[in-house]
């Protein structure tokens, strides 16, 4: 990490831009001349809203063996379980669920994801499965479940992280009945305190490596992604874009919310943490379908 880069980190968690804009200005990395582009201009609103940088992202450099990984081990658990009813909860573009019903193709399977690019992308990856696509939030689908709704299987990849901690308890008690068996992969990420030299410095690292493995798209990723996703972990007020927690705190919380026998299973190294699966039992009620 250079000092550049860490005066620029420091001074995004301490509210100051314009100091932040000063010691990146000129580049000397991929990372330093991204932010110094990102904080030139003005922009807002969710890091979704760009879905074609979303989806050159999760297309490109170390996304592709981790989403082959990650679509391998819910095919085993399709495998395993074989769940006549799925739930996929931010399915984004059907990515890691479309290879993943290979194993097993369940009777119906219910989308829920806010982005209406991303929702039309995994409709049409699914063609020929029965498919209930929802273009809404997770929190208002969760907390509208008739009793009598159960999933065998309710699957959650990369997307439950974009709720604040507080949100996804609610979330995941409102799920617990309704679920047999609850699968999340999320990334293990570090506990360091907010904006300290060992936050920076891991932030720093992470994202160098990160922006080294896009070529043509680099700007795109950086821009439409990976730069508001990283000024939004910083900087006070901003647009926040992810709540991510090391992988014992997902237990804990998956725990707290009703479930039950909680497995987390390490899946793939990654640019950013380790990916893992963490697998739950949801209600007895809810774990046979009648």
């Known amino acids: 990490m250079t000092n550049h880069i860490d005066e620029a980190l420091r001074a995004l968690a301490d509210g100051d831009t314009g100091t932040a804009r000063e010691a990146v200005r000129g580049g000397g990395t991929p990372l330093a001349a991204a932010l110094a582009e990102h904080l030139a201009a003005t922009r807002d609103g969710s890091v979704y809203d760009q879905p074609a940088a979303f989806e050159a992202f999760i297309g490109g450099g170390g996304n592709v063996g981790l989403y082959r990984a990650v679509s391998e081990a819910l095919g085993r658990l399709y495998a395993e379980v074989e769940p006549a009813g799925l739930l996929d909860i931010g399915c984004g573009d059907g990515r890691a669920l479309r290879p993943a019903l290979a194993s097993h193709a369940p009777a119906s ?20 499965y029965d498919v209930d696509a929802r273009r809404t939030r ?9 009793e009598d709704v159960v999933f065998d299987v309710a699957q959650s990849t990369f997307a439950l992280h974009t709720l604040p901690h507080e949100v996804r308890d609610r979330v995941l008690a409102d799920l617990v009945g309704h679920v047999g068996v609850l699968a999340v992969v999320e990334f293990d990420v570090p506990d360091l305190a907010h ?38 972990q910083l900087v006070p007020g901003a647009t926040r874009a992810t709540w991510e927690q090391p992988a014992s705190r997902w237990a804990e919380q998956v725990e707290r919310a009703g479930f039950t026998g909680v497995r987390v299973t390490r899946l793939h190294d990654y640019w950013w943490s380790p990916a893992f699966l963490l697998t739950a039992s949801g209600s007895p009620t809810a774990a046979t379908r009648p």
């Open 138 to 146: 997770v929190e208002p689908f969760a907390a509208g479940l008739a």
């Open 109 to 128: 399977v219910t989308l829920v994801e806010p982005s209406a690019a991303l929702l039309d992308a995994a409709v049409r990856a699914l063609d020929g």
């Open 195 to 232: 904006g300290s030299p060992e936050h920076r410095r891991f932030l720093a690292e992470a994202y160098e490596r990160g922006l080294a493995e896009y070529d043509d798209d680099r700007d795109l990723v950086a821009q439409g992604f990976l730069m508001p996703v990283l000024t939004g």
